[in-house]
């Protein structure tokens, strides 16, 4: 058994529910997102799972020497002041690779925010990739993937069903996460 299996599943004590198989390419939609914590368990579970998955964060915590095993993890340096062909350029990237799964958290920050972002799902559009939903659940300890949405275009009707299967997921801080409701 490898650490990340054992410090996930033993040691942390989490379990998996998870009936989806992962296409080879694919945006991972990850919610709820209140604590820095989500990101190490999210780490954690992939490296126990034998899954290469990529995601964003801010430019500033890219310095050294963070920055190059950011890089390495899979990570992706993003300007927030500079989005506009972010959705691009990532959806350029998923076209010319062969295994490509990036992960995204739709609230954008760890504190409360009702208006989530919707890069993820313009990325996944322009590439035509299906976006798989992926749930932490710390009440439960559950890290849970059972529906899979190919984007339609028709943004606020998909919206609306991805905030529906995030809303009985409880953060780390609860008082953190809202799906606008």
Same mark, same amino acid.
């Given at each position: 058994?490898?650490?990340?299996?054992?410090?996930?599943?033993k040691?942390?004590?989490?379990k998996?529910?998870?009936?989806?198989?992962?296409?080879?390419? @694919?945006v991972?939609?990850?919610?709820?997102?209140?604590? +820095?914590?989500?990101f190490?368990i !999210?780490?954690m /579970?992939?490296k126990?799972?034998?899954?290469k998955?990529?995601?964003?964060?801010?430019?500033?915590?890219?310095?050294?020497p963070l920055?190059?095993?950011?890089?390495?993890?899979?990570?992706?340096?993003?300007?927030r002041?500079?989005?506009?062909g972010m959705?691009?350029?990532?959806?350029?990237?998923?076209?010319?690779?062969?295994?490509?799964?990036? @992960?995204?958290?739709?609230?954008?920050?760890?504190?409360? +925010?009702?208006?989530?972002?919707? !890069?993820?799902? /313009?990325?996944?559009?322009?590439?035509?990739?299906?976006?798989?939903?992926?749930?932490?659940?710390?009440?439960?300890?559950?890290?849970?993937?059972?529906?899979?949405?190919?984007?339609?275009?028709d943004f606020?009707?998909?919206?609306?069903?991805?905030k529906?299967?995030y809303?009985?997921?409880?953060g780390l801080?609860?008082?953190?996460?809202?799906?606008?409701?």
């Amino acid at each position: 058994m490898n650490f990340c299996r054992w410090f996930i599943y033993k040691w942390s004590g989490w379990k998996k529910d998870v009936t989806i198989e992962h296409p080879k390419k @694919c945006v991972i939609c990850l919610a709820p997102h209140t604590s +820095n914590k989500d990101f190490i368990i !999210g780490q954690m /579970y992939a490296k126990a799972e034998k899954l290469k998955i990529c995601f964003l964060m801010k430019k500033e915590w890219f310095f050294w020497p963070l920055g190059p095993i950011l890089r390495k993890m899979g990570g992706i340096a993003i300007l927030r002041s500079e989005q506009e062909g972010m959705t691009d350029f990532l959806s350029l990237r998923a076209s010319e690779e062969d295994i490509f799964h990036l @992960c995204v958290t739709p609230e954008g920050t760890r504190s409360l +925010n009702p208006e989530w972002k919707s !890069g993820f799902y /313009y990325i996944a559009l322009k590439a035509k990739l299906p976006i798989m939903l992926y749930g932490l659940d710390y009440k439960r300890r559950l890290i849970q993937c059972n529906k899979i949405l190919m984007p339609t275009g028709d943004f606020e009707k998909d919206m609306l069903e991805i905030k529906q299967y995030y809303k009985d997921f409880t953060g780390l801080h609860p008082e953190r996460f809202t799906t606008g409701d």
